[in-house]
């Protein structure tokens, strides 16, 4: 009895989580592998060729003055990502993918 209280108890929790999130992506939409990693951290990698990279940043900064760097492109880029596809800002609860 104790057993299948337990599960009834899963079972609901899991169903309340579900109900609050809303329907999850499938599976086959998230690609990644996802580790332990602490709240709000974000991990993505792609290639890029530095040589272009580091030519436009020289000419950005004699251009206008400023000091930008990688970091701020790579923010750029993320931002112009999401606002063209925002089903890719979401969040993963109880292993699922919710946009």
């Avoid at 108890?9 to 690609?31: D, E």
């Avoid at 003055?65 to 063209?84: C, D, F, S, Y």
Wanted: glycine fraction near 8%; hydrophobic fraction near 45%; aromatic fraction near 12%.
């Amino acid at each position: 009895r104790a057993l299948g209280f337990v599960a009834g108890l899963f079972f609901c929790f899991r169903y309340l989580v579900r109900l609050q999130l809303g329907v999850a992506a499938p599976k086959r939409c998230v690609q990644t592998e996802w580790g332990r990693q602490l709240a709000g951290s974000v991990v993505f990698r792609f290639p890029v060729e530095l040589k272009r990279l580091l030519r436009y940043l020289e000419a950005k900064r004699q251009d206008t003055g400023v000091e930008i760097n990688v970091t701020h492109l790579t923010m750029k880029a993320a931002a112009i990502a999401l606002q063209e596809m925002p089903q890719l800002n979401g969040h993963i609860a109880l292993g699922r993918f919710y946009p």
